[in-house]
């Protein structure tokens, strides 16, 4: 049986690359949400400070 990527014989290896056992799909996924929302919440903040400025 081989071992899953992520479980390392190195603590200090899997400390530093803690991802190499996440699926790249996954996180380009997760990356374009954050993104996504990243991009709602700034609409947001900005709308909110034009609205705020204007009255």
Do not use: F, Y
């Not at 071992?3 to 290896?13: I, R, T």
């Not at 374009?32 to 991009?39: D, E, F, H, V, Y």
Request: with cysteine; aromatic share 2%.
């Amino acid at each position: 049986m081989a071992a899953p990527c992520c479980v390392l014989p190195s603590s200090q290896s899997l400390h530093l690359r803690p991802w190499a056992c996440v699926d790249v799909k996954a996180l380009q996924q997760m990356i374009g949400i954050l993104q996504m929302s990243r991009k709602d919440v700034t609409i947001k903040v900005s709308s909110e400070a034009i609205t705020n400025s204007s009255h």
